[in-house]
Each structure stands twice: as structure tokens, then as C-alpha cells.
């Protein structure tokens, strides 16, 4: 480590202005510049054989194809793609948005869901020094007056930040977390342009418009908002720590919020073994079904009853102390869900596990997220279809592949639009599944879940919630009702079982812009302008000039 003079008092550190800048306006970026960025990232998709299955698919839209062939044009592609390799070479932006799309089978295809999955969230380090200058900017104190020592090799160093271990003046061993340099602003420019692919894409409408990827974006960029103020991760840290009190065997680390800010973040030091790490934890006299099992039910705690989940629950990210207790780190993404959705929630997987599928069909009504044109027998006859191979089976003998399958063939043939707010959760889920069957490859989720599930379908739905609930409700309504008058005057849509969607950006289309610019031949002059910038890339690449 490098030690750093210890002062004799300690105090209290306000945070320098010059660590919280305000973020430079965004400037409007030219078409020209987006479809370069984007042919020289689908040059680096094409190398690690990426492009195939968008060109295959027939769902495809025709244009997406075009500049997928142009992109790929000269490269020579490998026999199995590999995504997570393409994102992780792309930089910082594409990592989180690979991760994005984790989330989304119906988007990208099971094959490539299961690659991203593999997708790890690590960089290079940056130099010390860097970083040194970077944690002394954002302090008003000397830095020998904060920290005692800071290890100047990192233990850590992913997309949007790097760890180091560090001793605080007053000698408690913490982790360090500090932005890389200059992160912020890439992130934004990156953004930018997959805010513009994604509204062109949208606008083409059909398969591409129901899969609604401008939403997909959208929740991409205030997740990695979050992340990029670590002052807002560390509180996130904070409200599950509250969340999580009452469950025993499972620990959030403390936030030393007089040393956190926007770009640095001082937390607990953790020590264990990783929960990856089978054979250490059997050696060290862990029981592995019983991690597995209170694994499962802390996520069902977060999720279901405080509807504030940890959603970054990947194996890294899980440590075993040596008392047994479960501790979790990185909180710079987590979900979260309201009541009325926790108990729909709830009622869905209660249903699948007991069969109810009849009762599962009417919340997806109810909840607006099937539309109410089709016909509750139809939806859960479907569903049965999907839940009956799953029951009373080990997760070892189902085939996840094929339950999405059928799962995502459903939204379709139903017109079910993409839930986002559900689709962090059921990437969660599926991380929470993944580790648990490593520490007990016998485990059945369904029956570890039910019991939770039920006991909390009888507290919030039991006769005495049931006539609290409705006191409750009853009393507000009257408090509410001037608000709900003008909200009907204002002819405010109800909501359904999905929050509002976040406002997305005003994006100029391209065959808009060129026919305010030029009257007509918008896409001839787009296919034109793709083409020679796809060549002009190409070129560059083969010169060596890109990349």
C-alpha cells in the first residue's frame, strides 16, 4: 500500500465544488457521425461473428439488414458468435448495454442472451496516479488527512469505476471506489447514438416497434446515471441495508458517507470467499443447500415483500464470510416494483407453482399487460403449455432454453408488449437460479419459493390486510378525491400494471431530415449516404486509419 500521513484529529469532509461539475449540454450530433460510430461498432460485432443472427432473423427490419452487410463487408466471421467478446471490446457503453440485453430473450434470441450473460464488466485499470488526482479533486481536505493508505493496485476495475482497498485516518479498512476518468462523458456520446439508432429502428415499425428498443435505451441510460454518481449507489446501498434488517444471514456493507461523494464512494471492507467458489466454501464447513436456500428467499424478501431488489446479484458480487453470513456488494443497479405489481407479482408465481394457471391469465389481463381484446381461456391454456413441463422438477432437468422459448412465442402470439420493469427482475432471477444451482445442483425453485410466496399472498391478501387495506384505501380516497376530480377533468389515462415509460428524447429521423432538407428521395439518399460511409469504413479499417 502507500502509506499517507496520519493526522492527529479527525473531522468531517465537505465535498470540493469541483468535484460535482455540471454536465455539459449535449450538443446535436450529425446523422453522419451516428452511422459511422455504428458501422465501425458492427465491424467489431462482425469480427466476433455477431451480425449473423441479426441477419438471419427473419424479424429483421430489411434496412437493419443492409447496413449489418455493409458493416460485416471484408471481415472474415467466426463459426460461433460471441457477443459478450464484441461488447467487451467495443468500451464501457457497449458492456452495459450488452448487459441490457441480457434482460431481453425476445430481443436479441436465447443463444445470444446465454453468451451475454458470460458478458464480465472488467477494463484495464487505470493508472494510479489517475486516479490519485481524481480522488484528490473531489475533496477539500488533503488526502493524507481522509486516508491513512491507498493500495495503488486495484482489486477491482470494471466499466464505469475501479476498487482499491484503502485504511481511513482513523484506521478502518474500507473499499474505495473511484470513477475512471472522463467516463461520463463517454458514456453520454455513446448513449446518444444508440438513443438515435434505437429511434429509427422503432419508426420502422412492426416486430421492431413492439419490442419497443427506444424504452430499452432509455432504462440503459438512467441505470448507468445512477452508476456514474456513486452518491446514489451508496444510498441505494443504504436502503436495502434498512430493507434487509430483519433477515438474518445476510449482510449490506456500511457506507462511510462523510468519505463518499458523486465520483468516490468509502465502503465497509468485505472479507469472505467468494459464493462462486464451491470447493472453498465446502472446505471451510458451509452447508451449500442451506446458502442456496437463504439466497433464494433473500431475493424473494427484496423483490416481493420490500419491492427493492439488488439487481446486479451476479457471482462476483456475492461473498461468504466465515460465520456463513451472505454479503452483497456493487449496488449501482437495482430494481425496484410498487405494491399493486408485487402482488401481481406474487399471485403469478403462486399460480405457476400450484398450477392456477386460469388465475395467472386473469392478473396478466388485469394488469393490462396482455391486450383485452384476446381471451382469458386462450392465455392460460397457453400458459399451461409452458408451466406444466416445469413443475415438480429439478432445475437440472429443465430446459430454461426452451420455457423462455415458449414464454416469449406467447407475448407474441398475444400482443404482449415488453415489460422493462419486469425484465430487470427476471434477469435477477435468473442470476439468483444460476448460483443457487451451482451450490445445490438438486434445488427446485418453485418449491422454495412457495412457501415465502404463500405466507405473503396470506398476509397482504388475508381477510384482516384484506379490511386494513381497505380502511386504509378508503380513508386516502377521501383525502384524494379533489386530485382525482382533476385528473379526470384532465382526462388522465388510467394506469395498468406497467409504470409510465420514461419521456424519451425528441429523435430526428433521417428520412425526416433529409426530406425537410431536400423534399423527396429520403431513402435512396439514405440508403446512398449508409452505403458510401459504410465503403469509406471499410476503407479506413483496411488501412488500418479506425480501430
Known amino acids: 500500500m502507500r502509506a499517507l500521513r496520519i493526522p492527529g484529529s479527525s473531522r468531517s ?12 449540454s449535449e450538443r446535436v450530433t450529425r446523422p453522419a457521425t451516428h452511422i459511422l460510430r455504428l458501422l465501425k461498432w458492427g465491424r467489431t460485432l462482425a469480427r466476433h461473428g455477431a451480425l449473423r443472427g441479426i441477419e438471419r432473423d427473419p424479424n429483421t427490419p430489411g434496412p437493419v439488414k443492409r447496413l449489418a452487410r455493409i458493416a460485416r463487408f471484408g471481415t472474415v466471421q467466426p463459426k460461433e458468435p460471441d457477443y459478450a467478446g464484441a461488447f467487451q471490446d467495443i468500451g464501457p ?4 448495454l450488452g448487459q441490457t440485453l441480457a434482460t431481453r430473450p425476445d430481443l436479441v434470441g436465447e443463444d445470444a442472451v446465454h453468451n451475454l450473460l458470460s ?3 472488467s477494463l484495464p485499470p487505470v493508472s494510479f496516479e489517475r486516479v490519485e488526482a481524481s480522488i484528490r479533486d473531489t475533496f477539500v481536505q488533503p488526502l493524507e488527512e481522509i486516508f491513512a493508505e491507498i493500495d495503488p493496485v486495484p482489486v477491482g476495475s470494471a466499466s464505469i469505476a475501479q476498487v ?3 485504511v481511513t485516518s482513523d484506521g478502518r479498512p474500507v473499499a474505495l471506489k473511484v470513477l475512471r476518468p472522463g467516463i461520463r462523458e463517454q458514456f453520454a456520446r455513446d448513449i446518444q447514438t444508440y438513443e438515435w439508432a434505437a429511434a429509427h429502428l422503432e419508426a420502422l415499425g412492426g416486430e421492431a416497434a413492439r419490442l419497443r428498443p427506444r424504452l430499452v435505451v432509455a432504462n440503459l441510460k438512467r441505470w448507468t446515471n445512477r452508476e456514474l454518481d456513486l452518491r446514489r449507489e451508496a444510498a441505494s446501498a443504504s436502503e436495502l441495508a434498512e430493507a434487509m434488517a430483519p433477515i438474518e444471514g445476510y449482510h449490506i456493507p456500511a457506507i462511510d458517507w462523510d468519505r463518499t461523494n458523486g465520483r468516490v464512494m468509502t465502503i465497509e471492507w468485505v472479507d469472505g470467499i467468494k459464493i462462486s467458489e464451491v470447493d472453498q466454501l465446502r472446505a471451510a464447513g458451509h452447508d451449500l443447500k442451506e446458502l442456496a436456500q437463504r439466497l433464494v428467499l433473500a431475493f424473494l424478501h427484496q423483490a416481493i415483500d420490500a419491492g ?9 458480487n456475492l461473498f461468504v464470510r466465515a460465520d456463513g453470513t451472505i454479503v452483497a456488494i456493487d449496488f449501482g443497479i437495482m430494481g425496484r416494483i410498487d405494491r399493486r405489481a408485487r402482488l401481481w407479482l406474487a399471485e403469478i408465481l403462486y399460480g405457476l407453482t400450484t398450477g392456477n394457471y386460469r388465475r395467472v391469465a386473469e392478473i396478466h389481463f388485469e394488469a393490462q399487460y396482455v391486450p383485452s381484446y384476446h381471451s382469458v381461456d386462450e392465455f392460460a391454456t397457453a400458459l399451461r403449455a409452458v408451466g406444466e413441463p416445469m413443475r415438480g422438477k429439478p432445475v437440472s432437468e429443465l430446459s430454461v432454453g426452451q420455457m423462455l422459448d415458449g414464454l416469449f412465442a406467447i407475448t407474441r402470439d398475444f400482443d404482449m408488449q415488453t415489460q422493462p420493469h419486469l425484465l430487470l427482475l427476471q434477469k435477477t432471477m435468473v442470476m439468483v437460479e444460476g448460483i443457487a444451482t451451482q451450490l445445490d445442483p438438486e434445488i427446485n425453485m ?3 419459493s412457495a412457501p415465502y410466496v404463500r405466507a405473503w399472498i396470506r398476509d397482504e391478501l388475508g381477510p384482516e390486510a384484506l379490511i386494513a387495506d381497505r380502511l386504509r384505501e378508503d380513508a386516502e380516497t377521501l383525502l384524494r378525491l379533489p386530485e382525482l376530480i382533476r385528473r379526470i377533468e384532465d382526462r388522465f389515462p388510467p394506469k395498468g400494471g406497467a409504470p409510465e415509460p420514461p419521456p424519451l428524447p425528441e429523435i430526428e429521423l433521417i428520412w425526416d431530415r433529409r426530406e425537410r432538407k431536400r423534399g423527396d428521395g429520403r431513402w435512396l439518399s439514405y440508403l446512398i449516404a449508409a452505403g458510401a460511409g459504410g465503403l469509406a469504413t471499410w476503407a479506413a479499417f483496411a488501412a488500418g486509419l479506425i480501430g
Open 119 to 121: 458478458l464480465q464488466d
Open 93 to 96: 457503453a457497449a458492456i452495459k
Open 446 to 448: 418453485w418449491d422454495t
Open 164 to 166: 482499491h482497498r484503502a
Open 308 to 316: 427493492f431488489f439488488h439487481a446486479d446479484m451476479h457471482q462476483g
Open 13 to 24: 469532509w465537505a465535498v470540493s465544488s469541483r468535484s460535482i461539475r455540471a454536465g455539459k
